[in-house]
Structures are given as structure tokens and as C-alpha cells.
């Protein structure tokens, strides 16, 4: 390979490396807020659906104008800015095996489709809404806190963990 070609592999690899390194966080923090808000329950039934958070939560602008160094990020490292976002989620997409996998390739594409087409992206809806809302509740007592669904709120009346 001629060094020209080699000095120009490099340069290329270099720039999508500096872009990683310099737009790490701004994908980690815009992930988290996407996936604001999803149980890890949620996932199950998301990945059987086809479907994705709502994309009203997804801001990227700040690698838009890098759209061609995000379509680079592999599938792997898509996973790792997941799990560095919100570790549960990402566990609860391990463990789904196989469907997991092919739902983070589908959610890749979807957000490399969301970076090049905004408006194209929010026309077809893949969104998905979680069937009943979840709170956090906090024991009085041991100061623990658990997450039960809204309509329940009002009727809990003891503690899973100290049981007052």
C-alpha cells in the first residue's frame, strides 16, 4: 500500500477517533435523556414490538454536523455509550440474547436515520409508550426507595425492604 494511502487511512481513523473522544459525553448525556424515564420491563416488551423510545427525548444536534463519524460507531461501541448511559437497560438488553442484538442494530440505524432525516425520521412513528407510569417511592423508616406503578401509589402501605 503506498504510503499516500496509508497517511490518509490514518488520517481518517484519527479523525473519527478525536470525534469519539471529544463528543463522548454529549452522546452519553443524550442517550441518558432518551432513555429517560424506561424500565428496564419496558425493554422486553420493546424489543418484541419493533419499537423505540420517543424520539421528542433524542437531541444529537451536537453530532449532526458528524453524521458520516456517527454512522462509523460500531454496534459494540453503540452498546458501551448505552451501558455507560443506563446500565440497566443495557443489562436488560444482554439478557434478551439474540432479539437484544438485533434490537440495538435496529436502534443504531434508527438513530444514524434520525442524525440524516429529522424530519423524515419523526414523520414514521416506531415510538413506544410504557403502559403504565411508575413512581419512586421512599420508606419514611429505612429511607429505601422502590418503584411501583402510579395507580398503586396510593394503596402501598408497607415497605418491601423493612416491612413498616
Given at each position: 500500500?503506498?504510503?499516500k494511502k496509508q497517511l490518509s487511512k490514518f488520517g481518517s481513523r484519527f479523525a473519527f477517533e478525536f470525534f469519539l473522544e471529544t463528543m463522548h459525553d454529549q452522546i452519553v448525556e443524550a442517550l441518558r435523556k432518551y432513555l429517560k424515564g424506561l424500565e428496564p420491563k419496558d425493554i422486553v416488551a420493546m424489543v418484541s414490538e419493533g419499537r423505540f423510545p420517543p424520539l421528542e427525548k433524542l437531541?444529537?444536534?451536537?453530532v449532526s454536523d458528524n453524521a458520516e463519524h456517527f454512522e462509523k460507531i460500531s454496534l459494540v461501541r453503540h452498546m458501551e455509550f448505552i451501558a455507560e448511559a443506563r446500565p440497566d437497560l443495557a443489562t436488560a438488553i444482554q439478557d434478551m440474547g439474540m432479539p437484544g442484538a438485533e434490537y440495538i442494530a435496529k436502534l443504531r440505524l434508527h438513530l444514524i436515520d434520525q442524525i440524516k432525516h429529522p424530519e423524515k425520521a419523526l414523520a414514521k412513528s416506531t415510538d413506544y409508550?410504557?403502559?403504565e407510569k411508575?413512581?419512586?417511592?421512599?420508606?419514611?423508616?429505612?429511607?429505601k426507595s422502590f418503584p411501583i406503578p402510579e395507580a398503586e401509589a396510593s394503596s402501598i402501605d408497607k415497605c418491601p425492604f423493612c416491612g413498616e
Open positions: 500500500m503506498p504510503v437531541d444529537l444536534t451536537a409508550e410504557a403502559k411508575i413512581k419512586l417511592a421512599t420508606c419514611d423508616k429505612c429511607g
